[in-house]
């Protein structure tokens, strides 16, 4: 299966994105509204205890699982800056 989609999005440099393509692995790529969220994946290695306070939350298991989304608060204050 190839991750290739026939229509890149073009953003322009000054506004919000609002669409995205939601790739992932078995399924043909999806066409979905709105901004990419932030997604941070932890290393494989190593037995560090992530403290992930109000930052990070669990991604939706049926998109970018296992990765974490940076909160809605924390990503607000860096978008007015």
């Not at 991750?3 to 399924?27: A, M, Q």
């Not at 290393?43 to 809605?72: C, Q």
């Amino acid at each position: 299966m190839t991750y290739e989609v026939n229509g890149p999005i073009l953003n322009y440099p000054f506004d919000e994105p609002s669409r995205y393509w939601f790739i992932r692995e078995g399924y043909k790529p999806e066409l979905k509204q709105g901004r990419r969220p932030a997604i941070v994946y932890l290393p494989r290695e190593g037995d560090m205890d992530w403290n992930l306070g109000k930052v990070l939350k669990p991604s939706h298991t049926d998109e970018f699982a296992p990765g974490y989304e940076i909160s809605s608060e924390i990503w607000a204050k860096f978008r007015i800056l």
